[in-house]
T-cell receptor
């Protein structure tokens, strides 16, 4: 399985600011996704990170709030813009490897907005 | 709403006992995956079962899938304190392109 790292692992941010989260995979993968896990909740898909093109967002999530980049097959970033306390969550990237069905998750970024 | 729903929401057992949790979903799927999450950390992939499979084993884990009932179960045998975690099922629906929909999760507490 792929080894996935995320930076930062956690952060405390002021409302109104933005935070960019990085996701790095140690091998080429076909699909990369970003999920959000609000406190005490399950995971919700934010978007599919498409290599070299705009991300595909799920209902309720928009590019202005969660801009995503994926410049190559092993790296992606998610920015949480103009943060409010409601954005306090764990943000996780996930990948599906080549010729695989299993989806693997990074360690997550725990974001607290004050 | 989440496609997957899990029950029970919480489970408390003694070490050595078996733990069973169930997952139901609503639409046709390609695969169903089970994950473990310890204390709000990242998700650990446990097992994937395909829609044409009925049962799968991995160590102390046994997963079943009943596509006619749109349900799956995860059994952890001879539980250990280290199995204390939240367990999630996730499905990727047909034509959804690997996008996962998660159940609400089952919080398992294994008491030593």
């Amino acid at each position: 399985s792929a080894v996935i790292s995320q930076k930062p692992s956690r952060d405390i941010c002021q409302r109104g600011t933005s935070l960019t989260i990085q996701c790095q995979v140690d091998s080429q993968v076909t699909m990369m996704f970003w999920y959000r896990q609000q406190p005490g909740q399950s995971l919700t898909l934010i978007a599919t990170a498409n290599q070299g093109s705009e991300a595909t967002y799920e209902s309720g999530f928009v590019i202005d709030k969660f801009p995503i980049s994926r410049p190559n097959l092993t790296f992606s970033t998610l920015t949480v813009s103009n943060m409010s306390p409601e954005d306090s969550s764990i943000y996780l990237c996930s990948v599906v490897g080549l010729a695989e069905y299993e989806q693997y998750f990074g360690p997550g970024t725990r974001l607290t907005v004050t | 709403s989440q496609q997957g729903e899990e029950d029970p929401q919480a489970l408390s057992i003694q070490e050595g006992e078996n733990a069973t949790m169930n997952c139901s979903y609503k639409t046709s799927i390609n695969n169903l995956q089970w994950y473990r999450q310890n204390s709000g950390r990242g998700l650990v992939h446990l097992i994937l079962i395909r829609s044409n499979e009925r049962e799968k084993h991995s160590g102390r884990l046994r997963v079943t899938l009943d596509t006619s009932k749109k349900s799956s179960s995860l059994l952890i045998t001879a539980s250990r304190a280290a199995d204390t975690a939240s367990y999630f099922c996730a499905t990727d629906a047909v034509a959804a392109g690997n996008k996962l929909t998660f159940g609400g999760g089952t919080r398992v507490l294994v008491k030593p």
